[in-house]
């Protein structure tokens, strides 16, 4: 058996210890990946974990730890140029960095990508009341650009048609759009009253009526519809998982839009565990068709 080299030694230790993240913070996704291939079920998570790091940066957890706004903008700040060295360099002290930036390297996430995400993340430490083209810029940063990073992923070593490609780039965006548009639904008591956001356009201009949470409701609808005619075109062996991920999705729109409008500020609504196993049971067993 060959012995690893020490880089070879950190780069897996990096990657065992960023695939906790995505089980800890969430089941939906954590369900999803385990039915990746091997090929690139870690490689998502470490994308996840960086994510996720971000997020606590900006969404509470720093501040509970005693950082005002300015530090948490240089913690973020440090995070992303940590990001971009690691990916230049090959190396980071911080694990997550590091696991993330050896996927990057190997799969071609773009700079551009990460550049974008950061952006959207530094914008959460202001206050957000956005309109609709703020409101698209910071879905792209937040949501867009980490569909297209897994789906460097899904792509690594292998070269779709152009038309494919362009098939694959927008559904890939797109389902990251929807899968944040619905947290943005299911969080909007707690965005307004615990962190000042309020993130929709749509409740901005009209307010949480039936009419506005509709309409929110049909753009999302949309972009799963745009995510799931593009899933035939992706590598067989990844669109059963990211099909499931989009049913968790689903499922949790499908019970917002039951909500009354006047209840969604005050509750966040959730998909029961048991649903979401007996969801990944389903498609455990149901055939997915498409190009290999």
Known sequence: MKRRSPLELYTDTARRAAA?????????FGLATRMFPARCRTDIGTIYALVRVADEIVDGTAGEAGLDASTQRRALDELEAETERAVASGFSANLVVHAFAEVARRARIEPELTRDFFASMRRDLDEVAFDEEEYRRYVHGSAEVVGLMCLRVFLAGRAPTPDAEAVLEEGAARLGAAFQKVNFLRDLGHDRAELSRSYLPELREHGLTEA????????IRSDLDAARAAVRVLPGDCRRPVLLATAFFA????RIER??????????????NAVKLALAA?????PVGGRR
């Open 20 to 28: 906790p993240v995505i089980r800890s913070y969430s089941t939906s």
């Open 212 to 219: 506005s949470k509709a309409a929110v409701v049909a753009d």
């Open 259 to 272: 909500t009354p409008a006047e209840q969604l500020a005050a509750r966040r609504i959730s998909v029961p």
């Open 251 to 254: 499922e949790l729109l499908r």
């Open 282 to 286: 389903r498609w455990r067993l149901l």
